[in-house]
């Protein structure tokens, strides 16, 4: 069984989209009988997290930069 999204035409394997979203785009997914999933769902699924897991390492970055910025004072002497 898999579940595919009509958005990417793609049949997602049920752990893989067990929140009943597809893992690329985010959109609603169907039951699709007994047909597999698609070579390119392991490939794409990868992919889908990788980006997930870079964007999540840029935000905590940037949250990290921003809460050190709240402590150190502005540099002064920089007058006009
Ligand atoms: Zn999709």
Known sequence: ???HCSECDVNWHADQADQGRCPTC???VAVRGPETAGY???ILYRIAH?????????ARFELYYDERDL???????ESQ
Do not use: R
């Open 50 to 58: 990788d980006e997930a897991a870079t964007c999540d390492a840029y």
């Open 26 to 28: 985010g959109g609603g």
């Open 71 to 77: 402590d150190v004072a502005s540099p002064e002497g």
């Open 1 to 3: 069984m898999s579940y």
């Open 40 to 42: 390119d769902a392991d």
